[in-house]
């Protein structure tokens, strides 16, 4: 934490408040957001704090967090937050600048999950759910968690074997627009 | 009433039961709803996460066939119902992001297709005097928790059809049934929503806390209207026990299956067998439909009440809370007749 105490020029508040679309600037610190997150126990990093560390410029702490890929995106802190903040935009958009600026995430399996999702919505237009689960597990390595829920989830029809495909090309053009309009100008 | 559907990709799946279940409940009601033609996935969680664009631009391409639909859209998915709003939004609020979602998709959309939740409709648009006349089968005694979860009522400057922090659209249609909604203070608290797949631990922990104050505030039973709510609840209550310590069997219905039962649909119109936590035990304490094929003697309104014991002593498991269970010996439950 050596790197808060240094100067530093607001580039990482300025570049997360236009990705957020939401003014990170205006946090006054009064903790109700990290008061009633779900995940507070389980984040080595409360979202007040991240909001701070935003503030102080600490680049690496905030983008090698576990937090900002353990939040569930539940709107619970965005609801509550006297000053206005999307707090839950603010996390999508710290987990993009990871992926974006390669940070070491500690926990990778929100990102791997990420990416095993929308390679299903891109394949398949709809999330082929048993794709996407064997696809995410490779990832992870993470191969044998849940595997007993899947003979029982087999036998209630909750999972089916193959993909219901629907509008491919309109949403492989979508993926591939969107992907140049991420992209920094 | 029409509306084009919008199930969504774990109605597919997953949820099969909660899309059954709606459409069930629509066409009892007279509602009239058609599925829209190739609809695609809305991005849901992961598509926020990673790409602004990608958020925005799968919700308008839905919502522009909905448009040629010429009708609203209903969802029966949370977090669908969310993602179609916040383009909504975003769309309606925003000149940058309607040319962005115009250019992503190669249409021009100008956020004029409303979107409702199936609970939005049954309780503000039917309205619940309709729902009250409807029933034909009174969930009398059964004790419900309503769980919203957190993205039917969140954020409420764009889902905005129910108090943020307190909402009781889903405790007043439960109370319209003949139920009894508990007052319980995790209404709107978190599942951990998609961690169920990277973190099952922290939903194991979650789940337990929900299930755990349900029962501690009295409820037999749980009502969501969220497919991950579902799934977090009651698929991986069995975890939630191991891990957490003792919790007694307690169903998670969607909402829709409760409407259905007390409109006197079948458990197999409802999709009722897709539950990991079996309700039988619970629904065979409800009073049988009015009009009953075996008669009425033995019925469960009116006969052997006295003799019934209080319920908890006879299920499977031992109730740890106090407060939780029914205590209550005067419920007139009995032994319905033939519903197995």
């Known amino acids: 934490m050596t790197e808060v105490l240094q100067w530093n020029d607001g580039a990482l508040v300025r570049e997360v408040e236009r990705l957020s679309g939401t003014a990170v600037s205006a946090c006054f610190q009064c903790h109700k957001c990290s008061t009633g997150c779900p995940i507070g126990p389980d984040m080595d990093l409360l979202s007040s704090q991240i909001m701070r ?13 576990q937090a900002i890929w353990l939040c569930a995106s539940c709107e619970a802190c965005t609801t509550r937050c006297p000053q206005g903040i999307d707090i839950a935009a603010v996390m999508d958009a710290l987990r993009m600048l990871a992926v974006e600026r390669k940070a070491a995430l500690p926990d990778a399996h929100g990102e791997q999950f990420n990416r095993s999702f929308l390679s299903s919505v891109r394949h398949h237009g709809r999330v082929f759910e ?21 003979p029982q989830m087999l036998g209630k029809g909750k999972l089916s074997f193959w993909p219901r495909r629907s509008n491919v090309k309109q949403v492989r053009d979508m993926f591939r627009r969107a992907q140049q309009e991420d992209e920094p100008a | 009433m029409r509306y084009a559907f919008f199930p969504g990709c774990s109605l597919e799946s997953t949820a099969w039961d909660f899309a059954r279940s709606t459409q069930a409940v629509c066409q009892a009601l007279g509602i009239e709803v058609e599925e829209i033609p190739g609809w695609v996935c809305c991005g849901s969680t992961p598509a ?50 309607k040319q962005r979602a115009a250019r992503i998709t190669n249409q021009p959309y100008d956020g004029s297709v409303e979107v409702h939740h199936i609970l939005d409709v049954l309780v503000n648009h039917l309205g619940l005097d309709v729902v009250r006349a409807a029933v034909k089968r009174r969930l009398s005694g059964l004790k419900v ?7 039917l009522t969140r954020p409420p400057e764009v889902v905005a059809f129910d108090d943020a922090e307190h909402p009781t659209a889903m405790d007043r249609l439960v109370a319209a049934l003949g139920a009894e909604p508990i007052d319980w203070p995790y209404k709107t608290e978190c599942c951990g929503a998609s961690l169920s797949m990277t973190h099952a631990d922290i939903v194991s922990r979650l789940s337990h806390r929900l299930v755990a104050m ?36 307690t169903p998670v219905f969607y909402i829709t299956q409760l409407v259905g039962l007390a409109l006197g649909l079948s458990p197999e119109q409802l999709g009722l067998n897709a539950l990991s936590v079996r309700p039988d035990g619970l629904l065979e304490q409800l009073p049988m439909p009015v009009v009953s094929q075996q008669g009425m003697e033995n019925c469960s309104c009116c006969c052997d009440a006295a003799a019934e014991e209080p319920r908890n ?10 407060a939780g269970g029914r205590e209550n010996g005067t419920v007139p439950f009995g032994r319905a007749g033939g519903s197995r």
Request: with cysteine; net charge positive; glycine share 6%.
């Open chain 2, 48 to 97: 926020h996460g990673t790409s602004a664009s990608l958020a925005l631009a799968l919700p308008v391409f839905n919502l522009q066939k909905a448009r040629a639909m010429g009708r609203p859209v209903l969802t029966a998915c949370a977090s669908c119902y969310a993602r179609l709003r916040t383009a909504n939004h975003a769309v309606r609020h925003d000149p940058k992001e």
């Open chain 1, 53 to 65: 560390l935003v503030h102080l410029g600490a680049e690496q702490d905030v983008l090698e967090s």
């Open chain 2, 313 to 322: 002593r006879s299920r499977g498991t031992v109730p740890i809370f106090a």
């Open chain 2, 145 to 151: 928790a309503c769980y919203y979860g957190c993205l």
């Open chain 2, 214 to 249: 349900a029962r501690c505030a009295g409820a037999a039973c749980i009502a969501v209207a969220c497919p991950l709510c579902q799934v977090n609840l009651d698929m991986r209550q069995a975890d939630a026990r191991k891990n957490h310590g003792e919790l007694p069997e």
């Open chain 1, 130 to 150: 048993l794709g996407m689960m064997a696809a995410y597990k490779l990832r992870s390595g993470d191969v044998f968690s849940d595997v007993d829920k899947v």
